[in-house]
């Protein structure tokens, strides 16, 4: 029997907190491109971000496993959580590969919005060498902005990007924040676990971030 290689989406995101979007998001591109896995990554620091306005990385990482526990199709990685420092996309996608032990093809899924900033990042040829890029857009995204955008990488790179619109990704991570602050509802937007952690632990009460656990 010839080895089936396997394939295995790498979905980054901040997931501050993760949403009802993100999992949408990731179920359908998992059974688009018949991955094995999704593997949901926490960001770590990455370059763009001021991270001390972000919840901390044991609170992002709990909630990622409370929302993701009941797929058995998803996975959650520390990987970028554990280090320190800033946090490049391709050196965790390095460090996965050399985890593999077998031949694996990746998927690297996030919100479109990173296209845009893509040529900036850390070794970008290499990257989309090593993993297909999956862009996600929300409904009333700018899709003119975004397909001109992927044109241009295609024919710099010499790769292909994929991007699909998913309609629950209307749902973003800022808007529950600012829901909560306001003490909104945001009932039906997360897991009910998620939910309920964020009741526990008072996030998002403030506009500073929440210390270590
Ligand atoms: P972001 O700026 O927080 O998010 C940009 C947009 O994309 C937001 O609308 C966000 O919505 C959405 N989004 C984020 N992750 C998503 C996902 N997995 N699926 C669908 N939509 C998603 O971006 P970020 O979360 O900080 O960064 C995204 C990924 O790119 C991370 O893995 C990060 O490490 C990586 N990155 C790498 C570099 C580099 O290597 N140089 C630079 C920048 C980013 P919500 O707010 O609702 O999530």
Known sequence: ??????????????????????????????????????????????PHKDFSKITSGDHRYQMTLLATISNPFFDVSSIELDKKGVTYTIDTIIELKKCCKDKAEFYFITGADSLLELSTWKNVDQLLNMCKFVAATRPGFQMSKIET????LESKYNQGIYTISVPALQISSTDIR????????????????????????KLYLENVAKGCL
């Open 1 to 46: 029997m010839r080895n089936h290689i396997k394939k295995y989406g790498i979905m980054g995101g901040t997931f501050d907190p993760i949403h009802v979007g993100h999992l949408v998001i990731a179920e359908e591109i998992r059974c688009k491109f018949k991955l094995d896995k999704v593997i949901f990554i926490p960001a770590g620091n990455p």
């Open 149 to 152: 955008k992927v044109k241009e």
């Open 178 to 201: 600012n829901r909560i602050k306001e003490g909104d509802s945001v009932k039906y937007l997360l897991p009910e676990s998620v939910e309920s952690y964020i009741i526990k632990h």
